[in-house]
């Protein structure tokens, strides 16, 4: 009996059956499978230990330097957005995240069924760094991917403008006001932009910090003297008329302050004291209450430096200025805006007498003529802003086109005019209100296809801006829209290929670039159609993909030169032929006419060199 157990007991399991007494087999299977699975089990479990133990050791590391110098950058602040994750750079710019352990989840429906999983660890996906006397610009932020363990964030210096003013005749000084303006491109044109204000120390000290590379222009604000001592309210009143730096007395006179990053540039003014005369020029046609802006420039030379008020109740301007020729503007504001200047000379004494007759803003129609060649898409419905009327339900209906008016003045006097919303769903009417006197560029718009004219009063709008004078009736902008454009594909030359990916969408006019991107959420280059001086083409952008392709299908007929850059480029002044002749060797001329398709291969600018 023992001797068959025995031999039993050293039998295969199939054959196991063929024993006497032996249990039944689905007995013996189930106890062998239980054994398999809970070895299984156990061997997943201390595979899923060991991965889970590997991932408490997962970091983020990285260094922060300065992008000009590349040094390292110490103690400097480093954390995520969402204030999850933050750290101090050490002594050698280095900086290092340990990240949060994975979590073990049991799937199924209960704890004790279905295979465990590791959640992903708790991680930043975009890091940002600060440090004082660095900039926060968009070097300073770095998005991750979700395996990258090693970051780069670049910092860039500052730059300075300090000095001290000194007014005369005394040594010493006092305290008065400066202003910093930025030469800042919008649309591909130049203007000029307030980058700061402030008030001199008793010292006559003054100091601009955290200013980007570009081109500046400084000028004191005119202040008038009323020395306790000397001051007599019945006699000759003395002031310091505005000084543009370094000796000027007009903005387009004065010399321009070119900073790179980390630069500090030292500028000293000197304002001469002068004679200082009451002006009043009363507002024949202002409604009493109604606010006003008032402006003050010497006469053709507009900008900033000399100010007079307001005064409501007496529908007044008021205030003194030097001896000189100015132009005083005056803008009212509320349901009927109007605008009204004149031209007033001081000579050695008080201007009384002058009026200001104010005329209402001009309302330009806009005519729109559609000549698409591929069929006209049935309209859909978006929260297009400006472009349509809310329907019931939160939808719009979508406007074909929107045209808006841009200041083609050095400092955006007046600001954009746009279309005014349509006042409900059967108004088609196209028309720009309240537009103030002035020189403007016409920016069309349109929801399919692009302007191939844009005409006023016989002007081309497409190379000249238009004009709006005070009281005279502006006639209609006639807008051409077409659909028969070009495109163009290609790749980058000298652009090392980071992966796959769609080639870069494109959005022309300027507007904000919706990038193809890759793992990291940027572009990897970026590609401009520049027209030539006179072309019939339109300002087109495009992102770059991580393989270095990019394809633009929105084109207008033209003649274009295409610039591949490795970086986003919003200071191009791309409608300066001037400024765009630096580039005359850096990308190639196409000349594109409707339907026609181009494959191009741009060679790439690096930034960087």
């Not at 340990?98 to 073990?104: I, N, R, Y």
């Not at 003194?320 to 050695?348: C, D, H, I, K």
């Not at 990916?501 to 890759?518: D, H, K, M, N, R």
Request: glycine residues 12%; charged residues 20%; hydrophobic residues 35%.
């Amino acid at each position: 009996m023992s001797k068959s157990n025995h031999s039993c007991a050293h039998s295969a399991p199939l054959r196991i059956s063929k024993c006497a007494g032996t249990r039944p087999r689905w007995r013996l299977v189930f106890g062998f499978a239980v054994l398999a699975s809970g070895h299984s089990l156990v061997t997943q479990a201390t595979g899923q230990d060991a991965q889970l133990q590997s991932r408490k050791t997962d970091s983020i590391q990285g260094i922060v330097s300065n992008r000009v110098t590349h040094e390292p950058i110490a103690h400097a602040l480093v954390f995520s957005p969402d204030s999850r994750f933050g750290t101090r750079t050490d002594d050698q710019g280095r900086f290092e995240f340990t990240l949060p352990p994975a979590v073990a989840r049991q799937g199924g429906d209960s704890a004790s069924s279905g295979p465990v999983a590791l959640t992903a660890p708790d991680r930043p996906n975009i890091l940002t760094a600060r440090k004082p006397g660095f900039l926060g610009d968009s070097n300073a932020t770095v998005q991750l991917t979700p395996a990258e363990r090693e970051v780069t964030i670049t910092l860039t210096p500052e730059a300075l403008i300090m000095g001290r003013v000194t007014l005369s005749p005394s040594d010493l000084s006092d305290r008065i006001g400066v202003e910093l303006y930025r030469r800042d491109v919008q649309e591909g044109r130049a203007h000029w932009v307030m980058a700061g204000s402030g008030v001199t120390k008793s010292s006559g000290m003054f100091r601009f910090a955290e200013l980007i590379p570009g081109t500046y222009k400084l000028l004191t604000r005119e202040s008038l003297d009323r020395d306790p001592i000397t001051f007599d309210p019945r006699g000759q009143l003395f002031g310091y008329p505005p000084i543009y730096y370094p000796s000027a007395a007009d903005f387009s006179a004065t010399g321009a302050i070119v900073l790179s990053a980390g630069k500090i540039f030292q500028a000293d003014l000197s304002p001469v004291r002068q004679p200082y005369y009451p002006v009043k020029v009363s507002v024949g046609n202002a409604t009493p209450g109604v606010p006003m802006n008032v402006s003050v420039w010497l006469r053709g030379h507009e900008g900033p430096g000399y100010s007079l008020g307001y005064n409501e109740q007496d529908r007044m301007i008021e205030g003194s200025l030097p001896n000189g020729t100015y132009t005083v503007e005056a803008s009212s504001f509320g349901q009927a805006p109007a605008t009204g200047s004149l031209n007033v000379t001081v000579r050695g004494g008080p201007v009384e007498g002058a009026t200001i007759t104010l005329a209402g803003n001009s309302s330009i129609a806009v005519n729109v003529k559609e000549e698409y060649t591929r069929g006209q898409e049935p309209g859909v419905a978006h929260s297009g802003i400006g472009l349509g009327i809310s329907r019931p339900g939160g939808r719009f209906r979508v406007r074909d086109v929107n045209v808006a008016l841009l200041p083609a003045d050095d400092f955006l006097q007046g600001g954009v005019a746009w279309m005014k919303p349509p006042t409900g769903p059967q108004d088609d009417s196209l028309v720009i209100e309240s537009v103030r006197p002035g020189r403007y560029w016409v920016q069309v718009t349109p929801m399919k296809g692009f302007a191939s004219s844009v005409s006023c009063g016989g002007v081309d709008l497409l190379q000249h801006p238009l004009v709006v004078v005070s009281g005279v009736s502006t006639p209609p902008i006639e807008v051409t829209l077409r659909d028969d454009n070009a495109e163009v594909e290609g790749t980058i030359e000298g652009l090392a290929a980071s992966g796959s990916g769609e080639a870069g969408s494109e959005l022309s006019g300027g507007s904000s670039l919706y990038a193809s991107v890759g793992d990291n959420g940027q572009a990897a280059g970026y590609v401009y159609f520049v027209p030539l001086p006179d072309s019939s083409g339109h300002f087109t952008e495009s992102a770059v993909s991580p393989d270095g392709k990019f394809r633009s299908e929105q084109l207008p007929p033209g003649a274009y030169r295409v610039l591949a850059f490795d970086t986003l480029q919003p200071q191009l002044e791309y409608r300066n032929p001037e400024a765009m002749r630096v580039y005359d060797s850096k990308g190639p001329v196409i000349h594109l006419t409707g339907g026609q398709k181009e494959h191009l291969r741009p060679p790439l600018i690096s930034t960087s060199e």
